[in-house]
């Protein structure tokens, strides 16, 4: 009796159209950056978002994305996205018949999944899979190692659930090891316990990291000569931060650690080269760099879609204004057939007519 009043009160409050499928059909914020408060509904196919600049286009895809992932594609601290002056924010929205909520202060976070509230993300986040594009993605080829970095964690925690919870322990064990490095007096013996769960962690990091690049290889070429005019042969490589023993580079590294009171050695260090027909992509034109990044967002979306049978939701930034038309129109042919795509654009004129794509003005 008590579950049927529950399951009509969850009915009741679900959106009028719910998708089935798996789909972002709702999405509603509160105190989410310039959003008092703002909903959305989505259609399965093409969803186009259009507005001015600071309209929010951009954090509504945000929302989308923490929603979904509980991770931000623009900043790391999540604080960052409450509206200014305010306590907390929520996200809530349907993935397919799921109901999923976030609240988040600076204080603490909630999530629920249909009503009942979650004590881990690890059922939440299997549910929906996604691919950021951004304008500010070709940081991923030219930036620091760090974009690299996030960029593989945040396919391979879609890909594997285990794999968030060990990064955050490595996480953990190096901010210890840090802090003890700064200190005074460098204690070895005490540093050392914390040898044991860095090496554990590390160790796994670096053979999801290592494992997602060998099996991005080949749906990445796929995509890249999809969208590109150019025969270039792409390669992505592994170069491991932790060298190919973690265990003996620490060892050997601790002279360094001590002298700079950081851990010198680790996957906090791991970085990818990419090379195009055997040259590194550093000396690649800015055209092919765009490619290059483009092939890997689009490779990422065709290995989750191999990998769980259907494609991810795909959010794409702003993305179409900076390509000529063949790459535009290269770019909407490899995408994923039959994948649920929210695109943000502050003129409609360019978008192929699809008389079922929807359209949100802001
Ligand atoms: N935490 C916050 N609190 C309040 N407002 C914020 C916060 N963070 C960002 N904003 C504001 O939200 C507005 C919308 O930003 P957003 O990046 O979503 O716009 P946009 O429509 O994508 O713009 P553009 O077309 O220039 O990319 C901006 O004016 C920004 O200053
Ligand atoms: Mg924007």
Not at 79 to 87: F, G, K, S
Request: charged share 30%; glycine share 6%.
């Amino acid at each position: 009796m008590r579950a049927d009043c529950n399951r009509a009160r969850r009915l009741a409050a679900r959106p009028r159209r719910l998708y089935t499928a798996r789909v972002l059909s709702s999405l509603k914020v509160r105190h989410f950056r310039c959003f008092d408060a703002f909903e959305a509904e989505f259609a399965p196919g093409a969803n186009f978002i259009v507005g001015p600049n600071a309209r929010g286009k951009t954090s509504v895809l945000e929302a989308a994305c923490i929603l979904l992932r509980l991770q931000s594609p623009r900043v790391t601290r999540l604080a960052h996205v409450i509206q200014h002056e305010r306590r907390g924010l929520v996200v809530d929205g349907y993935f397919g018949v799921r109901h999923m909520q976030f609240y988040l202060s600076r204080e603490r976070k909630k999530l629920a999944l249909d009503e009942v509230e979650q004590k881990t993300a690890r059922e939440y986040l299997e549910i929906a899979r996604l691919v950021y594009f951004g304008n500010r993605d070709i940081e991923i080829v030219h930036g620091s190692g760090e974009g690299r970095r996030r960029f593989l964690d945040f396919v391979a925690a879609q890909l594997d659930g285990a794999y968030r919870k060990t990064l955050r322990d490595y996480e953990r064990a190096l901010r210890s090891r840090n802090l003890l490095l700064k200190s005074a007096t460098t204690r070895w013996r005490e540093i050392a316990a914390f040898d044991e769960p860095l090496l554990a962690a590390g160790v796994r990091v670096a053979e999801g990291r290592g494992r997602l690049i060998r099996e991005l290889q080949e749906p990445v070429n796929a995509a890249h000569a999809a969208i590109s005019s150019a025969r270039e042969k792409l390669r992505l490589e592994y170069v491991p931060g932790g060298g190919e023993d973690f265990a003996a580079t620490l060892v050997v590294a601790r002279k360094d650690d001590a002298r700079l009171r950081q851990t010198t050695a680790g996957p906090h260090r791991d970085d990818v080269a990419f090379s195009l027909n055997g040259l590194s992509s550093d000396i690649a034109s800015e055209g092919q760099q765009r490619t290059l990044v483009l092939a890997l967002k689009l490779g990422a979306a065709r290995l989750l879609e191999q990998h769980f049978g259907t494609p991810p939701l795909l959010l794409l930034d702003d993305i179409f204004g900076e390509l000529d038309l063949a790459r535009r129109a290269a770019l909407l042919a490899a995408l994923p057939t039959g994948a649920q795509q929210i695109i943000t654009t502050t003129h409609l004129d360019w978008a192929p007519p699809d008389s079922a794509a929807r359209v949100l003005r802001l």
